[in-house]
């Protein structure tokens, strides 16, 4: 699926940087292969339009902010957050042309972020039960482009199948390659997704998964919300809770903006922010390298590209299939760009 040509993710709400981005100065950012800039209101909300000043197409992301506005580096017209143009400083006594506006963007801050809706949302922003609850302290921890697709990384959240391949040299167990399954159940917004896995406690994990012992067990509680957002909730034996965030925001059809927040229900004393931090980045990193090997464009309309699956790969597999169900809800068809192939006759897919 090439994300850029189905109109209907335009409908979603994306993460696109943290907040404090914004103190700078106005920031560029390419959401679903179109040119944004984003700034910071006088009251401190975030506000994003297009990137293209309607006289000479200069980015207004080289220009700078003004109050409520952002204003042109060029010529210095100036814009508000409806995008309408409300000084043309050369021309003040002269009446504004109508047509002098760009597009303009639902832009909001949620847990430390500036998220965009390209266009009116299908669903609100996102609720996260630890955000209100003094047990739980909110940590950042990524913020990065990946050179791969969504739906990849979203489907590798799921896939408990590569932990002893890919994470062998973290918490996999290398010589059990056989999966421990999700229990899956279907909501609205995704599905929610349990299992208990056995796990490696290297030396270097100890603070984090509050175990000394060599192995121990991860209860997971995970979430995928449509189409691009997951909840990795990690609870361990001990009552430790390590509940991830990550949002794999598609910049365009083959590059995402990961942005990652952690949850933590025990102190900066009991295991800082810099240790979670560096565990996690080598897991992520592992996860990037493989990721980045794939090919971007993921199919949702599986009988259309032979690529096989296993019994495991069920959580992806309902994930392209809740995609497909919503391009067809909103008249669209799966656009991708592979050439077209014939299903191979053999072919065994996961039932989903
Ligand atoms: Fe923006 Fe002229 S190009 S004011
Ligand atoms: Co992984």
Redesign the pocket.
């Known amino acids: 699926m090439l994300v850029t040509r189905q109109p209907v993710l335009r409908r979603f709400w994306y993460a696109v940087m943290p907040m404090d981005r914004l103190d700078a100065g106005p920031q560029p950012f390419t959401l679903l292969g179109e040119p944004i800039v984003l700034w910071k209101k006088a009251d401190g909300s975030p506000a994003a339009v297009r990137d293209r ?1 309607c ?4 980015k207004l992301s080289r220009g700078f902010v003004e109050g409520d506005h952002i204003v ?1 580096g ?4 100036t814009y508000d957050c409806s995008g309408a143009c409300v000084r043309i400083p050369q021309q003040p006594d002269l009446q504004i042309p109508a047509g002098a506006r760009v597009p303009a963007y639902h832009c909001a801050q949620k847990f430390g972020y500036a998220w965009v809706a390209l266009e009116d949302p299908l669903v609100p922003l996102p609720d996260t039960p630890e955000e209100n609850d003094p047990a739980f302290r909110r940590i950042h921890q990524m913020d990065e482009t990946w050179n791969t697709g969504a739906l990849r990384m979203m489907e590798n959240s799921f896939d408990t199948a590569h932990f002893a391949f890919v994470h062998k040299g973290t918490f996999g167990q290398g010589d059990q390659p056989k999966p421990r399954f999700f229990e899956l159940r279907e909501t609205d917004y995704g599905f929610e997704a349990e299992a208990i896995v056995p796990i490696n406690n290297p030396p270097a994990s100890h603070r984090i998964t509050g175990s000394t012992e060599p192995t121990t067990t991860r209860h997971f509680h995970n979430q995928w919300h449509l189409p691009f957002l997951r909840r990795l909730g990690l609870a361990y034996p001990n009552g430790l809770l390590h509940n991830l965030y990550t949002a794999a925001t598609p910049i365009d059809d083959h590059r995402i903006r990961l942005i990652q927040w952690l949850y933590r229900n025990d102190s900066e004393a009991d295991c800082s922010a810099e240790e979670l931090n560096a565990w996690d980045r080598r897991v992520v990193e592992e996860d990037r390298v493989i990721l980045e090997s794939v090919d971007a464009d993921a199919p949702v309309d599986v009988g259309r590209r032979d690529e096989q699956s296993m019994l495991s790969d069920r959580p992806g597999m309902i994930m392209r299939r809740r995609l497909l169900e919503l391009l067809h809800a909103h008249g669209e068809t799966e656009v991708h760009g592979w050439p077209s192939a014939a299903p191979s006759p053999e072919r065994e897919t996961a039932p989903c």
């Open positions: 000043c006289h000479r197409t200069a042109c060029y010529h210095g017209w």
